[in-house]
Antibody, heavy 116, light 107 residues
Framework: EVQLEESGGGLVQPGGSLRLSCEASGFTFTAFWMTWVRQTPGKGLEWVANISPDGSEKNYVDSVKGRFTISRDNAKNTLYLQMNNLRADDAALYYC?????????WGQGALVSVSS | DIQMTQSPSSLSASVGDRVTITCQASQDISYHLNWYQQKPGKAPKLLIYDASKLETGVTTTYSGRGSGTDFTFTISSLQPEDTAIYFCQQFHNLPRTFGPGTEVQIK
């Protein structure tokens, strides 16, 4: 069974940092692009970043460039999102998602709250 | 960035009704469009990819059409289990962008 399990969410103060992890199982992790998508009641679904199978290519939405870093450890079948200098508008449910174009598999989400 | 709009933002229809949601892109995206369904407390689920291809295991009461800038998603016979929010998403360019969603309810 294909599974994606996020962890690392929590409450952080503005300007703080958090690292999300996503452990993948049930498929060949090294064959797939991986993506982070976030969701808020106000802004809906927002694509955040993606990374190529070998980790050599990374893309980000403008609002997180320079603050967030996507990475992966293929030996551990794990995707990461390092989030620095967090702002109130980064608060969201962050989904780990498989694929470049067609998102067939989603995790259950990791909740990130940003508040003082 | 490519902007995606959807209409209506919500609808209420009776069981058995035919329901159509429209999605419009701010520029030509060819057939590079997906449709997702999201139920409360759950992650989105891919229903239609490449504008009109039905995802494996998804009911044939769902269909998608369109290319360029204008797309539609149709439920041919609305059932109670179709209550959900439906999103379109373009994958023509980065960043990928989603429509704001259409909430479908049973009357």
């Amino acid at each position: 069974e294909v599974q994606l399990e996020e962890s690392g969410g929590g409450l952080v103060q503005p300007g703080g940092s958090l690292r999300l992890s996503c452990e993948a199982s049930g498929f060949t992790f090294t064959a797939f692009w991986m993506t982070w998508v976030r969701q808020t009641p106000g802004k809906g679904l927002e694509w955040v970043a993606n990374i190529s199978p070998d980790g050599s290519e990374k893309n980000y939405v403008d609002s997180v460039k320079g603050r967030f870093t996507i990475s992966r450890d293929n030996a551990k079948n794990t995707l990461y999102l390092q989030m620095n200098n967090l702002r109130a508008d980064d608060a969201a449910l962050y989904y780990c998602v498989r694929g470049l174009n067609h998102h067939r598999c989603w995790g259950q989400g990791a909740l990130v709250s940003v508040s003082s | 960035d490519i902007q995606m709009t959807q209409s209506p933002s919500s609808l209420s229809a009776s069981v058995g009704d035919r329901v159509t949601i429209t999605c419009q892109a701010s520029q030509d995206i060819s057939y590079h469009l997906n449709w997702y369904q999201q139920k409360p407390g759950k992650a989105p689920k891919l229903l239609i990819y490449d504008a009109s291809k039905l995802e494996t295991g998804v009911t044939t009461t769902y269909s998608g059409r369109g290319s360029g800038t204008d797309f539609t998603f149709t439920i041919s016979s609305l059932q109670p289990e179709d209550t959900a929010i439906y999103f379109c998403q373009q994958f023509h360019n980065l960043p990928r962008t989603f429509g704001p969603g259409t909430e479908v309810q049973i009357k």
